[in-house]
């Protein structure tokens, strides 16, 4: 079975995709990452990003087990919609948030992206939601995930897809080729 992670820094319009082609891929069980953290760490979950590294670690483990176990319930591929990076605003820098877990459990990453300015556009029409809104630390956002991604995906093996605005009205095809194993 496969186990699929969508990545892309915050705002970029991963679960929106997803959204769309949901009916498309009834043999992929859609997981958000942050719903399972925020399940298991509870009313805290609005200061994880302030958690020290060893508690946020322990909790993405956890979250790691309960998708083993979800997807040997289900016996479906499973979509996660998730991050190999996230930004820190205590540290002002990204970070690497993939686990080693994380790099054993999943067998493909997606890496979606887009350019600066429309992450800003997007950001700024979901205000409720706290994300940077300065472009130059969007701009190493983005960076840092497509260089992680690489690196994660060389080092454990991983099939690496590409999902970015070179596709334009197509994105939602692209990604259901990925899912479904089809050459693109």
């Given at each position: 079975?496969r186990?699929?992670?969508?990545?892309?820094?915050?705002?970029?319009?991963?679960?929106?995709i997803?959204?769309?082609?949901?009916?498309?891929?009834?043999?992929?069980?859609y997981l958000?990452?942050?719903?399972?953290?925020?399940?298991?760490?509870?009313?805290?979950?609005?200061?994880?990003?302030y958690?020290p590294?060893?508690?946020?670690?322990?909790y993405?483990?956890?979250?790691?087990?309960?998708?083993?176990?979800?997807?040997?319930?289900?016996?479906?591929?499973?979509?996660?919609?998730?991050h190999?990076?996230?930004?820190n605003?205590?540290?002002?820098?990204t970070?690497?948030?993939?686990t080693?877990?994380?790099?054993?459990?999943?067998?493909?990453?997606?890496?979606?992206?887009v350019?600066a300015?429309?992450?800003?556009?997007?950001?700024?029409?979901?205000?409720?939601?706290?994300?940077?809104?300065?472009?130059?630390i969007?701009?190493?956002?983005?960076?840092?995930?497509?260089?992680?991604?690489?690196?994660?995906?060389?080092?454990?093996?991983?099939?690496?897809?590409?999902?970015?605005?070179?596709?334009?009205?197509?994105?939602?095809?692209?990604l259901?080729?990925?899912?479904?194993?089809?050459?693109?």
């Open positions: 079975m186990r699929y992670c969508l990545v892309g820094i915050k705002g970029i319009g991963k679960t929106t997803i959204k769309k082609i949901l009916k498309e891929i009834p043999n992929i069980d958000i990452g942050s719903q399972i953290l925020r399940q298991l760490v509870g009313p805290r979950f609005d200061n994880f990003d958690f590294k060893e508690e946020k670690q322990k993405r483990e956890k979250a790691i087990e309960y998708m083993i176990k979800r997807q040997n319930e289900t016996q479906k591929d499973i979509l996660v919609d998730g190999t990076t996230l930004y605003p205590i540290s002002n820098e970070e690497n948030v993939f080693e877990l994380d790099c054993k459990f999943f067998t493909d990453l997606i890496l979606y992206e350019n300015l429309t992450v800003l556009e997007r950001r700024k029409s979901d205000s409720i939601k706290k994300r940077s809104l300065d472009l130059s969007i701009k190493k956002e983005l960076s840092f995930e497509r260089e992680n991604s690489d690196n994660i995906a060389k080092k454990y093996g991983m099939q690496l897809h590409y999902l970015n605005e070179d596709f334009h009205n197509n994105l939602n095809i692209e259901i080729k990925i899912l479904k194993g089809e050459k693109m």
